[in-house]
């Protein structure tokens, strides 16, 4: 009965930019400048294991292929978050968008507006946050959070 949205829902503004295409040889550099430049405000605060576990996922056969597709196909079809506002007039479960200041994805505005769209939501916006923002302030998403589930619980 309740819903929280961690970070900037996929193409949430109305005009979406497709993200670069996926290194066809990833290197543990490649993924942490990846990670900085549109991911979070801080690089290190990632923890060197995601950043392997990144490296590990984007060197997985065919998996540049896939994402790049995966991408393709999103922008075709104009399957994101923004031509699904119509409908969140209708989303029943009490939400709570956390989003990060410094979203590379959208601003914290975007988060605001699908909020008003619906009947019992409401947009925190997180400073010195990107949109990993659980990476850039877990402490804060984490109260958040249980804040959020235990009100009214």
Not at 58 to 74: E, H
Not at 94 to 116: C, H, R, S, Y
Not at 137 to 148: A, H, I, K, M, N
Request: charged share 25%; hydrophobic share 40%; with cysteine.
């Amino acid at each position: 009965n309740k819903l929280v949205l961690l970070g900037e829902p996929a193409w949430s503004g109305p005009v979406a930019h497709a993200p670069p295409p996926a290194a066809k040889n990833p290197t543990l550099e490649g993924v942490r400048a990846g990670y900085s430049a549109r991911l979070v405000t801080d690089i290190r605060r990632v923890p060197v294991e995601m950043l392997e576990a990144s490296l590990a996922a984007n060197r997985l056969p065919g998996a540049a292929m896939s994402w790049d597709t995966l991408i393709t196909k999103f922008l075709d079809d104009r399957v994101g978050t923004y031509h699904l506002r119509p409908e969140l007039k209708n989303l029943k479960p009490e939400t709570l968008f956390i989003w990060g200041n410094e979203d590379k994805f959208g601003p914290p505005v975007l988060g605001q507006e699908m909020a008003a769209m619906t009947s019992r939501a409401r947009c925190e916006a997180l400073s010195d946050a990107g949109h990993l923002i659980w990476v850039d302030q877990p402490e804060r998403c984490t109260q958040l959070t249980r804040e959020f589930f235990t009100i009214g619980a």
